[in-house]
T-cell receptor
Framework: DAKTTQPNSMESNEEEPVHLPCNHS???????IHWYRQLPSQGPEYVIH???SNVNNRMASLAIAEDRKSSTLILHRATLRDAAVYYC???????????????FGTGTRLQVTL | EAGVTQFPSHSVIEKGQTVTLRCDPI?????LYWYRRVMGKEIKFLLH????????ESGMPNNRFLAERTGGTYSTLKVQPAELEDSGVYFC?????????????FGPGTRLTVL
C-alpha cells in the first residue's frame, strides 16, 4: 500500500486558515486521496477526498499537486472545534473488498488557540 | 437519522475473560467495518462485512477474535479469552457501498481495558 507522510503536529490561531500537508510520493495513478479527522473522544470522521482536481466542500478544501505526490488540506477559518488529529489516507481505486479498508497513519495533531 | 452506535462505551475485564462488543450500523448500510487502536499505536483495520458475509478479515489478529453479523444488520466482536494486549479502543464503521469513494461513518468506539 502507498504510504503517506504528515507532520506530527501543527498549531493555528482561531479564525485563521490552516494548511495541513501530506506527502504521498509513491501514490498510484488510480489512488484516491482521502482525509479523515478524529476529534477528542470520538471516532474518525470523513472530511474530503479527491483524485486529481482540487475539491471543495463545506468543511474544507483539498489541493492536489499536479504530479499527485502531495496534497494539502485547507481549513479556511480554523475554530476551536477543528482541534483534532487529521489523517491523510490513500485508497486504491478498486471495487473490491480489500480496497474498502482505511489505512490510518499517525496523522497530524492540530491545535487551535484563541 | 441515527449514526453508528456501539455498546458498551467502556468495558473493563480481567485477563482470560470474554467480552462481546456490539455495533449497530447506519440503517441501510450493507458495509460494516471493525477497526481498533491499541495503546500508542495507529488505528488498524480488523475486518469488513458486506451484509452478513466477511469480505476481508485480513486484519484480525488471531483466533481469539470472532466477528459476526447475523442477518446483515448489527455486528458483534467477541474476544475470548481476552489478553492484556487487547486493551484499546475498538471502532465500528459503516458505509453504503464498498468502493474507494464511499464514506465510512464511524461510531464513538468501545474502550476495552483488560486487567
Amino acid at each position: 500500500d502507498a504510504k503517506t507522510t504528515q507532520p506530527n503536529s501543527m498549531e493555528s490561531n482561531e479564525e485563521e486558515p490552516v494548511h495541513l500537508p501530506c506527502n504521498h510520493s509513491t501514490i498510484s495513478g488510480t489512488d484516491y486521496i482521502h482525509w479523515y479527522r478524529q476529534l477528542p473522544s470520538q471516532g474518525p470522521e470523513y472530511v474530503i477526498h479527491g483524485l486529481t482536481s482540487n475539491v471543495n466542500n463545506r468543511m474544507a478544501s483539498l489541493a492536489i499537486a499536479e504530479d499527485r505526490k502531495s496534497s494539502t488540506l485547507i481549513l479556511h477559518r480554523a475554530t476551536l472545534r477543528d482541534a483534532a488529529v487529521y489523517y491523510c489516507i490513500l485508497r486504491p481505486n478498486l471495487y473490491t473488498g480489500t480496497a474498502s479498508k482505511l489505512t490510518f497513519g499517525t496523522g497530524t495533531r492540530l491545535q487551535v488557540t484563541l | 437519522e441515527a449514526g453508528v452506535t456501539q455498546f458498551p462505551s467502556h468495558s473493563v475485564i480481567e485477563k482470560g475473560q470474554t467480552v462481546t462488543l456490539r455495533c449497530d450500523p447506519i440503517s441501510g448500510h450493507d458495509n460494516l467495518y471493525w477497526y481498533r487502536r491499541v495503546m500508542g499505536k495507529e488505528i488498524k483495520f480488523l475486518l469488513h462485512f458486506v451484509k452478513e458475509s466477511k469480505q476481508d478479515e485480513s486484519g484480525m489478529p488471531n483466533n481469539r477474535f470472532l466477528a459476526e453479523r447475523t442477518g446483515g444488520t448489527y455486528s458483534t466482536l467477541k474476544v475470548q479469552p481476552a489478553e492484556l494486549e487487547d486493551s484499546g479502543v475498538y471502532f465500528c464503521a459503516s458505509s453504503l457501498g464498498g468502493s474507494s469513494t464511499d464514506t465510512q461513518y464511524f461510531g464513538p468506539g468501545t474502550r476495552l481495558t483488560v486487567l
